[in-house]
Nanobody, 114 residues
Framework: QVQVVESGGGLVQAGGSLRLSCVVSGSTVSNKFTGWYRQAPGKQRELVASISSGGRTNYAESVKGRFTISRDNAKNMVYLQMNSLKLEDTAVYFC????????WGQGTQVTVSS
């Protein structure tokens, strides 16, 4: 059974940084699509950053230059380093692992205050 668990969210002031972690059990993250999504209140879930099965990274325009996604295949973990956080980054952040199936974590809240 595949399980995805996020951690690292919290309350941070604008301009600050947070590092989100995602641990995957029951499957490996290597050679799979792994992504971070977020959902703000009243908005649809959106893709923030991803690493393709081939290792190519992709970012939403709104986070380019501020967020960095990385993956540790040996530890089966995916990270999202978030710098220069803005109020509009406030959301619940979800980790996804996908191949023929997709698995999601329960989400971790990130709140950016002024």
């Amino acid at each position: 059974q595949v399980q995805v668990v996020e951690s690292g969210g919290g309350l941070v002031q604008a301009g600050g940084s947070l590092r989100l972690s995602c641990v995957v059990s029951g499957s490996t993250v290597s050679n799979k699509f792994t992504g971070w999504y977020r959902q703000a209140p009243g908005k649809q879930r959106e893709l923030v950053a991803s690493i393709s099965s081939g290792g190519r990274t992709n970012y939403a325009e709104s986070v380019k230059g501020r967020f960095t996604i990385s993956r540790d295949n040996a530890k089966n973990m995916v990270y999202l380093q978030m710098n220069s956080l803005k109020l509009e980054d406030t959301a619940v952040y979800f980790c996804q692992v996908a191949w023929a199936y997709e698995y999601w974590g329960q989400g971790t809240q990130v709140t950016v205050s002024s």
